[in-house]
């Protein structure tokens, strides 16, 4: 939706005229408004990359309300030895453990692959707004910004994407520290 409303308002800000006061402040509120509906199309994409990594891996997502406010002695004495048995890293972890490990993995998995198919995407379209910017007559126009100007934001969220498929798929090759880390309070 937002995607759809971002790509109506830039092109309305495109056609916008140069000459009458009048249009200025249009152009600027088409653009601030583009630039919103952006920002706003990017942070339901991760919202999506979010659930769909839940999705692949309940039990992960729901592991920050286990230790949250964890008061009850039971519980904590099960981290407890949760923690234990991930500090000493050894083959005498219990089947709980190994449950919790393997969606652990699971977890970062999804998002490793979730986080690659995203930083293809925004390299493809990286590709195609260059591509479109190059062609752009003139290039330093109108059209020309906008077509650089997302190109330069698909490229840099393309990096940031790599960045996070490589994270989460160190951490998926050695889940036991990054859960042990979670255990103790830390990411």
Known sequence: MFIALGVRL????????????????????????????????VFSLLTVMANVQGAAAPFASLLPMLTAGADDARLTATLDEARRQLAASGPDASPALDVMLGDFTRYHVAMAVIAAIVAVAFAVLCAVLWKGFAAARPPRGRLGRVLGSFGVLSAVLSLIMIVVAAANTATAADPAPALLAFFEGGW
Request: glycine share 10%; hydrophobic share 60%; proline share 0%.
């Open 10 to 41: 830039w092109r309305a800000f495109l056609r916008a005229g140069d000459s009458a006061a009048g249009t200025r402040i249009a152009r600027i509120a088409l653009a601030s408004s583009g630039v919103l509906a952006t920002m706003l199309a």
